[in-house]
C-alpha cells in the first residue's frame, strides 16, 4: 500500500488549507484512514481518523476547526483545515491501518503546513 499527501503549504493564520492523501495497491478494505502531524522537537500526535464506517475522532485542539472525510470507493481522505493557527504549524501524515488478524500500519511521506502569524 502507498499513500500519496497533497495539499500542504503556507497560510496566514485564520486561513484555510485542504489536505488530501490517496492510497494505492493490493487494498481490500483500509479500516482507519487518518492524519497525524509533527512539530520540531515534538512527537507526532493524531489529528483526526475516520473508520470505513464512518467514526470520526478529533483532536482536542481541533475539533471545530479541521473536518476530515473519506471516500471508500477511491481509497481518499481529504482534511478541511479552517481557521489555521501557528500552532497547526507542522508535517502532516496519512496514516492507513489495515486489519487482517493483524494490524498493518502505512504512513505517507508527510506534507509540510506553515501557518504564518
Known amino acids: 500500500v502507498q499513500l500519496q499527501a497533497s495539499g500542504g503549504g503556507l497560510v496566514q493564520a485564520g486561513g484555510s488549507l485542504r489536505l488530501s492523501c490517496a492510497a494505492s495497491g493490493s487494498i481490500f478494505t483500509i479500516n482507519v484512514l487518518g492524519w497525524y502531524r509533527q512539530a520540531p522537537g515534538k512527537q507526532r500526535e493524531l489529528v483526526a481518523t475516520?473508520?470505513?464506517?464512518?467514526?470520526?475522532k478529533y483532536a482536542d485542539s481541533v475539533e471545530g476547526r479541521f473536518t476530515i472525510s473519506r471516500d471508500n470507493a477511491r481509497n481518499t481522505v481529504d482534511l478541511q483545515m479552517n481557521s489555521l493557527r501557528p500552532e497547526d504549524t507542522a508535517v502532516y501524515y496519512c496514516k492507513a491501518t489495515i486489519v487482517r488478524i493483524s494490524a498493518y500500519v502505512y504512513w505517507g511521506p508527510g506534507t509540510q503546513v506553515t501557518v504564518s502569524s
Open positions: 475516520v473508520t470505513s464506517g464512518g467514526t470520526i
